[in-house]
């Protein structure tokens, strides 16, 4: 039987590719010092590393097809365990990538091109999570919502790692400005996480009835022909989903850093603040989308941001209150990711459920990527353009929520007929 112990582990699997990912985003100052040209203007720096953390989320629909196709194939576990262990190699390789004053433009280039293959990595990690906790909650008759909800607290522990790490780099420095290498060791770490995970990897046993064996051909035709509605609504909920936690969680402390000239060390404290509120809402969040409504939850959540947004522009020249903002934005995230991770995984039939829940999650999370160099582009008029995009993301999750279906409001429903 597949218990809570199980999804922990799975969860804790899971926190080294947050890890992962949240350290290319809080070094992003020394990748800029370090990797590219010093002749280019800070803003042209910015948009470049956000266009390589884009370019790795682009291919993540590519990963999520090729490592699901994997696992169905041979093994469920193999194909988990590899895509970690690949992650790890990956992020270790950016931590030795010379300067660019040794290798010129090649540096830039190996730190996109390593991107690349992490977002072949993470592109099914999390999002086949969701579908082994939907099929489990709907034997054991538990709460998704919640359990969603602790797996992603779980995971995102991954992430105030990495901004610990960050704020360590950055405290314990010897050398003024970002010009020291002590950036390098968080990415070196990954290695020895590697090594954790190979031993902790094969302890892990995946319910292999998690997802039932059918071909990929079949399981593509299933989705597009009977459910291509279901996965249009899951693909804009995952877009405002991670469009809105990639404002307030990755793109906080980069907006602190270079709009708000706050210190980097303190910029990193407070997306750390912001990152445990997430951690430790979530799965209050979960509950409470569980035991009342989902697409109430989604709706307060709209309300709340289209409000906060106007409020952003009324306090454009106010330090403190743009940060009492992004707190508040915080809790808002919580409350949406709470009620939407349940619904990936939780209306598609049984024989696309893996696939229509990896493809609607990795999508929506593709596109969103793009929103911090689309930020980073309007940095001078980035108050504008933050308040813009909340307001647009809000207004269009404000829709989409009238098109979720909840039944029972206690029970969600799952949606056995094709």
């Known amino acids: 039987m597949f218990t809570l112990k199980d999804q922990f582990k799975l969860s804790l699997s899971t926190l080294i590719e947050w890890y992962d990912a949240m350290l290319y985003i809080a070094l992003i100052p020394y990748l800029m010092h370090h990797l590219l040209p010093n002749s280019d203007a800070s803003q042209k720096k910015l948009i470049i590393i956000f266009l390589g953390f884009a ?40 931590g030795i990538i010379p300067d660019y004053q040794t290798i010129g433009v090649y540096a830039p280039i190996l730190l996109i091109g390593i991107r690349l293959i992490q977002g072949l990595c993470c592109g099914a990690q999390f999002s086949t999570l969701l579908s082994i906790n939907d099929q489990y909650r709907i034997s054991e008759n538990r709460g998704v919502g919640f359990i969603n909800g602790l797996c992603e607290s779980i995971s995102l522990l991954g992430h105030t790692f990495a901004l610990l790490a960050a704020y360590l780099v950055s405290t314990l420095s010897v050398t003024p400005g970002f010009s020291g290498q002590g950036w390098r060791i968080p990415f070196i770490f990954s290695i020895f996480l590697a090594i954790w995970h190979w031993q902790w990897g094969r302890k892990i046993e995946l319910p292999e009835d998690a997802c039932d064996n059918y071909s990929l051909l079949n399981s593509f035709s299933i989705l597009l022909k009977n459910q291509s509605g279901l996965l249009l609504r899951n ?51 979960g509950y409470l989308s569980d035991r009342y409504s989902r697409n109430k939850q989604l709706l307060l959540s709209s309300a709340i941001i289209i409000v906060l947004s106007i409020m952003a522009m009324m306090f454009s020249d106010n330090t403190n209150g743009l940060i009492s903002i992004f707190m508040l934005l915080a809790f808002v995230t919580a409350m949406i990711r709470g009620a939407t991770l349940p619904l990936f995984a939780k209306e598609f039939h049984k024989k696309c459920k893996c696939i229509g829940t990896n493809f609607s999650y990795t999508i929506g999370i593709t596109i969103a990527s793009f929103i911090p160099s689309l930020l980073a582009c309007f940095s001078h008029k980035s108050i504008l353009a933050l308040a813009v995009i909340m307001v647009g993301v809000a207004c269009l999750l404000l829709v989409t929520s009238c098109f979720i279906y909840e039944g029972n409001s206690h029970e969600c429903i799952y949606n056995e007929s094709v």
């Not at 989320?57 to 590899?82: H, I, M, Q, T």
């Not at 995952?238 to 709009?259: D, G, L, R």
């Not at 980097?264 to 969040?285: E, H, Q, R, S």
């Open 235 to 285: 693909i804009i909920l995952s877009v405002c989903m991670a469009s809105i936690f990639s404002v307030v969680v990755f793109y906080s402390v980069p907006y602190m850093t270079f709009s708000l000239h706050i210190s980097y060390g303190n910029a990193t404290l407070i997306g750390g603040v912001i990152l445990w509120i997430n951690i430790i809402t979530t799965p209050l969040f």
């Open 55 to 94: 370019a790795g989320n682009l291919v993540r629909p590519v990963g999520a097809l090729l490592f699901g196709l994997w696992g169905d194939k041979w093994s469920k576990k193999s194909s988990y365990n590899a895509s970690i262990m690949l992650m790890c190699l990956m992020t270790a390789l950016i």
